[in-house]
């Protein structure tokens, strides 16, 4: 049962109206930054990112101090940016080094950057303040580069929902019984609750599915001769990050209690960038612990792809409920235990960053 307080809290996670700052974001793909300025925009903050001429990122505020024209409309002139509206030139620290027709370029004349750094494919920005940055924070998976698993490249997902209703949805291995009916979920003999633990900015929530047919994006991967065990790890990095560590072996062999050497076992990678108050982009990888293979990766690319346009068919249908003028009443359950965890600790990251009353 949950208290009266879990409870409010449930109804008004959606209002939130601000984002945690001191953290590092996931903004774009690696593959997609280069020697071209490339607008993204995050935590209602829009930025302009490139790669210096050693291969380097850079990241500074889109817009020129001068008329507030994007410095994405401008152009590369080695590493600084020129505005393309009236010829201000920046470097990649924001400073102004140029200002057509005078000597010098105005004191006032300056533009934000931002710490950048790569990791799992990924850019991260750090939106807070810099001199708390620190690049040994940022997210990465050891299985990324351990040589016995190998990596799916996935999609950037556009989403018309606020990126904690996406989280919900990663902390929450509830739902795949109904959303996912075709490619993640199966039915089996025994089922055991649902469990959560937090530490610190971290949260994970599991369940086992016991004695059960394989799920159908296991489909050809291992013939177990039989039914399977299979679990779901859900681990949540506050703001923005969950990885669902899911498998299967074979039913009776110990893998609920830790014998998982004959299984097959995936890590969905989940970086969601939060746009704003109702969008969000969901950048996703999959790391399974068997070999490249370009029919197996693509078969399964396409089935998490549906998969994960199932959820933001619902997502999105549920921010245009709650952008609706009108007072919902709203109803918590028990299995809201662990989303509500979860927006806690971004509430709690919030609010550590208030000036003290």
């Known amino acids: 049962m949950l208290s009266v307080e879990d409870a409010d809290i449930h109804r008004k996670a959606n209002k939130m109206k601000k984002f945690a700052l001191n953290a590092w974001y996931p903004v774009a793909w690696s593959r997609d930054i280069g020697r071209t300025l490339a607008p993204r925009r995050v935590i209602e903050e829009d930025l302009v990112l490139y790669r210096k001429e050693d291969g380097q990122l850079a990241a500074l505020e889109d817009a020129c101090p001068h008329r507030l024209v994007p410095l994405s409309l401008g152009r590369l002139r080695g590493d600084t940016v020129e505005c393309g509206y009236h010829g201000l030139t920046f470097d990649c620290s924001g400073s102004c080094v140029r200002a057509p027709g005078m000597q010098s370029p105005p004191r006032s004349a300056y533009v934000r950057s931002f710490p950048v750094t790569e990791s799992m494919g990924m850019v991260w920005v750090w939106m807070g303040d810099p001199d708390k940055a620190d690049v040994s924070e940022v997210f990465h998976l050891p299985e990324y580069d351990d040589p016995a698993y190998s990596v799916v490249h996935g999609d950037a997902l556009p989403m018309q929902a606020n990126y904690l ?5 990663l902390c929450d ?23 959560h633990e937090r530490t610190g900015k971290r949260l994970v929530t599991w369940r086992w599915v016991l004695d059960g047919p394989l799920i159908p994006v296991f489909e050809g991967l291992k ?55 109702r969008t969000c ?37 549920i921010q245009r409920n709650e952008d609706k003028k009108r007072q919902w009443n709203r109803t918590a359950l028990g299995l809201d ?6 927006r806690r600790i971004v509430e709690e990251m919030i609010a550590d960053e208030l000036p003290a009353a």
């Open 173 to 195: 291995p509830t739902h795949v019984v109904y959303v996912h009916q075709t490619t993640l979920a199966s039915t089996g003999a025994h089922e055991t609750r649902v469990e």
């Open 281 to 317: 982009v969901q950048h996703w990888l999959c790391i399974k612990n068997s070999p490249a293979d370009p029919v197996v990766d693509e078969r399964l690319t396409t089935s998490l792809r549906f998969a994960f346009n199932e959820d933001k068919l619902i997502l999105e249908a």
């Open 223 to 277: 013939d177990f001769g039989g039914n399977v065990d299979r679990w779901h790890y859900y681990h949540y990095h506050a703001p923005s990050v969950a990885v669902i560590d899911f498998g299967s072996a074979k039913t009776g062999t110990g893998a609920q209690e830790g014998n998982r050497s004959d299984c097959i076992q995936m890590f969905a990678c989940h970086f969601i960038t939060p746009v704003d108050e």
């Open 337 to 342: 235990a662990s989303s509500i965890k979860m």
């Open 165 to 169: 209703s996406l989280a919900d949805n």
